[in-house]
């Protein structure tokens, strides 16, 4: 019998228009469609219909490598649950976007999570973070049921 998850609790509020722009992905749980990529980043930017672009690229095996996007759009599906996103690639699947902690500051680093924990990113506005911070995050995924056995650091530069 599977174990029922603690549903994850996001962010009590989230700016959509300052989390806009290029975030770095620090650190995943290795997924096929991100297989073997480095150097990735995410650009988030708003479109006409209120809704958000989302553009993930990244570079095949090294940071000079073959350069892949992949095209998305999100949106807030609830108002009311502002740090739950909905996220639509390749018009085929939908998939949450759960922001778990961020900088409610400046929105210079994000946690992002999905329900059955089987995904999770460690954003920067940077491709570097501070150990300090690197422990935040987990600190964070762990808080938040995530066995982090698997994760992976991503390799990056400056773009």
Excluded: C
Excluded at 53 to 79: E, I, P, Q
Excluded at 95 to 117: C, F, H, K, Q, T
């Amino acid at each position: 019998m599977a174990t029922e998850l603690t549903p994850l609790q996001t962010v009590p509020a989230l700016d959509l228009e300052k989390y806009l722009g290029r975030w770095y992905e620090i650190a995943r749980f290795p997924h096929g469609f991100e297989k073997s990529l480095v150097g990735v980043t995410a650009e988030y930017s708003l479109r006409k219909d209120g809704k958000v672009k989302v553009v993930n690229s990244g570079f095949k095996h090294t940071l000079d490598g073959k350069y892949s996007k992949v095209n998305a759009v999100a949106w807030r599906a609830d108002d009311a649950v502002p740090g739950a996103l909905k996220v639509k690639f390749f018009h085929l699947f939908t998939s949450d976007y759960l922001v778990i902690g961020l900088d409610e500051e400046d929105y210079s680093w994000a946690v992002v999570g999905n329900p059955d924990r089987s995904f999770i990113w460690f954003l920067s506005r940077t491709p570097e973070v501070s150990s300090d911070l690197l422990l935040l995050m987990k600190k964070i995924a762990t808080e938040n049921g995530y066995d982090l056995s698997g994760l992976a650091m991503v390799l990056q530069q400056e773009r």
